[in-house]
């Protein structure tokens, strides 16, 4: 006997190419079995349609869960900082003179973007589960259609942060933060 | 083997956490009869049947009753093997993730201390895998096969993983089937959001077909619709190279299976019929005669899934057939043989192999056979006297030789050879020593510690001698020497009859039995 592991399709962009019939706009909740003939084995949870789908500002994050399978959040953007650190160098001013020629230039320029962002449809209960998103040591950003890629993955670090799990006043409305750089950063020409 | 038993190791086709302690205890004692403790013992590592790596302890974790306890913890290894696995965006068929989840079990070894003080492991000590080539696999007593999944749990969390995934199943599951995600209800995407969902199977399903059950906005029903998602399913199993040895039917082509259970293989070659692949039910297939050339052979392993065969990868070995060469001389001079004393002597023949033994008149004792370029000849020589060993022997071209020879069977020296038995432990006693082989026997059971039995050995001997020994306490060991060389070691625990393992007493020889500490 072998004990086997699955990924199952479960979102709508995998569902859609099995229920091309299913306008998944339209969909306020759906569930996935697994079949074995006609017996149900497995059921997923109950997935719920949340439209974020027009905004630019939003996209999902797949991350490894605790259990070494991906799991995945959608978030909003709600601040992006571009961060560039570089050093200097300085030459003489070049004779005969040339006018277009630095003096003190810049070099080994590097810059990410630190990306804060935030999500407002989990609540209390799954607070533990989301732990498994700000523990994650692997996450990646999922970008759709970049220049014609198609689907893809970016990967990103998700950076440490303190995260309110219970709180008294507001308590059914739970603001979930997270803030990541991309783990590769930007390519700087030299000369 | 100086492993002795289990004490704790994981039950057969249990699932258990990378990032949890996975243990296996042993009870040992040292090989050699050298002790309670011994100086090393080794836990081979097989992940998916592939040899992983090694953990060796030389401490004990504790002393027990005659022997030590040892632990070992495979999570470490487990943790450097598994890997994290993200499906394409989109993918819409369910797929199997053998990145994440592996088999495992342990092979246990022991050492002991040999005559030259060094460390020596029992057993096969297997081999790591490289860049160029295979692992090999060793020996050692086995642990139950076990599955390991790329998870962890929390100290709150309920231990057993398959019992703490089962707490987070909604709607409808069957026991063997578990998820590998935390998600509760309320699970939220987007419309064009890409998602899996994982899970764990324990019961060896082929998983094909999913059902959607769907509703809508403004609606309270759901609707539903099915459909097969199953991917194409892919033959794992894995074969070694193969190896092509000419006999007189042609070419026998073996391999070994790695890893896998194939439902049969295709063995398939150019010139026979016409590249048709053939059916191999094991793991060899006999070719006829190839032409002279180089013939390209390919092996694939077939795997028989939910009815419908789907082939694995396949291994080719060259075949490169040359002319025949004729025969062109065999050796002469066959020694004379001596009663009683094994015999073997080989002859080279000259002209392409496998060669043909035909015509064949020798004596009982004696075996003739073919092997690459040499006749062989052996066997323990019974009686005296002369004997005519003739044959004819033949190849692929039209000579044939016909070899005749007389050899003559001389008698063993009487009283060359001799036998003493000898006890150098101290608190102990040899009562008996049987079968007896020898004769003109000098001294007298028992034998106390110093004191020996002297006898001729006149006649060969071949099989199990029982010696029976009175330990006032601890351990010893009983060896046999052949010249002045260890060739046979029995642990010696109490009082009782212990037994030499079979083996060949010849005339000529100096044998000692010997009890030491």
Redesign the interface.
Known sequence: ???????????????A???P??D??????????????D???????????????DDDD?F?I?F???????????FKMIEKLHEPKSDTFQKPTSYPLVKTDHSVGRFNVKSNDTIRAC?V???E??M??LD?LFDSP?A?I?L?NVQGQ????NPILILDKKNQKVKQEDRYVYQVEIEFKFSHERFIIRN | MAIQAFIQQPTENSVHAAYRPVIVRVSATANNGGGDTPPVVYCDIYFNDIFYKTLSKTLRSSLGSGNSEWAFDIQDAAQEFLQKYIAPIGQSTIEEVTEIICKAFCRMRCSGINDDGFIEQDGTIPVQATSSSDATPGTGLETNAFYIVNGTLQHKDQQDLVTHLSYYKTGTWVPDVHPLSHRLDGYALAPADSDQFPILDQGDRSISNIRLNYRNCNQTEFGQASISAGATPTCNAIISPPTALHNLSGWLVSWNLVSGSPNRYFVSTPEVSGGAPQEAFISEYQLPELSEGVHVVTVRPLCLIGGEFFPGTAQTVNITVTACVDLTSIASGLPDAIEGVVYNHSLAVVGSTPLALSDIIKPAWMTITASGSNILFSGTPVGTGNENVIFTVSNCGVPTFNFAEVIEIVAAPAGDGTLTITNARPGSSIINVTPVIWTNQVGSYPLANGQSINGDLVTPFTGTVDVTVTLVSGTGTLRLLENGSAIQFVAVSGSGTFTIPSDTYSPGNAYLIVLTP
């Open positions: 006997m072998a004990v086997k592991a699955y990924y199952i399709p479960n979102g709508p962009a995998n569902l190419a099995l229920f019939s299913i998944f706009t339209q969909v306020a909740e759906y569930y996935v079995e697994v079949m074995e003939g017996a149900v084995i497995a059921t997923t949870p109950m997935n719920r349609i949340c439209g974020c789908e939003c999902r797949h490894l869960n605790a259990l070494g399978a991906i799991d995945g959040i959608d999500s449809v989990y609540n209960e799954h533990d589960w498994e692997v990646w999922e759709l198609g689907g893809t993955y």
